[in-house]
């Protein structure tokens, strides 16, 4: 099976940047799909990217658009989020996940890394 391990958090001012890093080991490849979900304390689960290993197809909230670009580099095993323009609303605890295809909430996602928490100050 996949293990997760997302890293890249941190505090950040609104405004600034952030790059995320969802590391996977195991059975990298066994989805085909990496996705990033995020949740804020007392707020459901929020999907904002997903992106298969050979990065042809990509998925973006419309949250997001514009503002956050995923990437994965398969050699590697990692899958990226950029997150630029960032908002105080984007604090939160961010996840990656695994999945048959790139595919938001509605899909199954089946693996989670242990997430990494995202501050952005106003």
């Known amino acids: 099976q996949v293990q997760l391990v997302e890293s890249g958090g941190g505090l950040v001012q609104a405004g600034g940047s952030l790059r995320l890093s969802c590391a996977a080991s195991g059975r990298t490849f066994s989805s085909n799909a990496i996705g990033w979900f995020r949740q804020a304390p007392g707020k459901e689960r929020g999907f904002g990217a997903s992106?298969?290993?050979?990065?042809?197809?990509?998925y973006y909230a419309d949250t997001v658009k514009g503002r956050f670009t995923i990437s994965a580099d398969s050699t590697k095993g990692t899958v990226f989020l950029q997150m630029d323009s960032l908002e105080p609303g984007g604090t939160a605890v961010y996840y990656c996940?695994?999945?048959?295809?790139?595919?938001?909430?509605?899909?199954?996602?089946?693996?989670w890394g242990q997430g990494t928490q995202v501050t952005v100050s106003s």
């Open positions: 992106i298969t290993w050979n990065g042809r197809n990509i």
């Open positions: 996940s695994t999945s048959r295809r790139v595919c938001g909430s509605i899909c199954i996602h089946n693996r």
